[in-house]
């Protein structure tokens, strides 16, 4: 069953070093007030998980300012200057994967799979290493699953069961991660009272362990 | 005749605009390639889809319409059409990767004659990431590269390209402000040569050998 948590008591659950997924795409449906409050602690040397490194002032983009990124696992680090900067002066780690085999990797994790077999890639430096596999005559790289051990998560309507919705664009990431990682603590910018419609739900709360509430016995 | 950048662009615009046919289902690249959209005859009706996970994007947003939760794949607010929808970035995807969308239009660092393009990195200096090109040019039924001819006097088509590979043997379509080439079995054609050029300037600025056929 979720749990109701203030952003700064959930910082307990974090520990330096840890894979961190972070959901959202540049700079919509990003999560926020958690990271805030790692942003006041000494905690580092997080592993990132996430589209992108989004902008210098939001979201995991100050997460990567603040130098708490050791290695960011992205598709793209272009719209922040900051991770450009740090990984050409060998400060961070960075692990660029084409956007469509990160999200396939990261649900393959929350699914139970051992990997997925996708021809992207193939003939480029992303198949360097990577065991190729041919499949009915075609050939394909084999891509393993991607955990974490927090997802912090944007959410645009959650009800008390934990079930998400979303609004416009900000699905992306926010989608899979939840299935992917340990502990899994949701942004959600309404949380009703009665229990959103199971046609509308495209989360389902069951992948859910925290929703962030602004005062300790609020609801938001 | 000397064009500037931006003429460059809106003649390559324009002609990107006539490669797309009703009902397309059609993603474009951030910058260059997304002008096209504006010179899509008025009888074309193509649906645009972005890789952030919006499929039926619309005009941009403004002053009236302002909603930060809708943003195309560079960041802009945009709006949706009529019959559109929002989709998470496994399902965006696997329109890309699974043969869903009909044109991909996008731009290139380098382009070469047997159809390879590398657009995500020139090591040592300038490495942005592949984002979503990667997974978008290897499902898409037809690749057209939009952009300048050369960048900074260097010719972008080569024989064979020297950065980092986004996908092999997958360019069909090379559209430039000098230019219309076709790659067919890794083979380099000359399709149409602009008014603003000649085949002797194609011919200097253009790394690749190429044939000639402009009967297409």
Redo the contacts between chains.
Sequence with gaps: MVKFITAADAVKFFRSRQTVMVGG?????NPQAVIEELLKTELKDFILIA??TSVPDDSRGKLVVAHKIKKAI??????NPET?RQ?NAGEIE?D?Q????L??RI?AAGAGLGGIL?????????AENKPIITVESKQYLLETPLKADVAIIYA?YADKFGNLA???????????MPMAADLVIVEAENISDTPLSPDNI?VPGIFVDYLIVKEKNGTE | MELNKEQAQEIIAKRVAKEFNDGDVVTLGIGLPTKAISYVPEDVHIIVQ?????LGVGAYQDDTNR?????N???IGVTVNAGGC?????TA?AM??GGHIDITVLGALQVDAEGNLAN?SIPGKF?????????LV?GTKRLIIAMEHTAKGAPKIMQKCTL??????KVNMIITEKAVFEIINQRLILREISPYSSLEDIRQNTAADFEIDLTA
């Design positions: 795409f540049l700079n919509c449906g589209n992108d992205v598709s793209h680090i272009g719209t450009v990984y960075i660029l084409p956007q469509g085999s999200a396939e649900r996708t021809p992207v890639g193939l003939d480029t430096s992303v645009t979303f609004h416009g664009s900000t699905k992306n990431f926010n989608v899979l495209v | 972005s890789e952030n996970g919006v909603d930060k939760h809708i943003i794949a560079g960041g929002f989709v998470d970035s496994l995807f890309m990767r995500w490495t942005p990431g592949m984002g979503g090109a990667m997974d290897v980092p590979l986004t996908v092999a043997h």
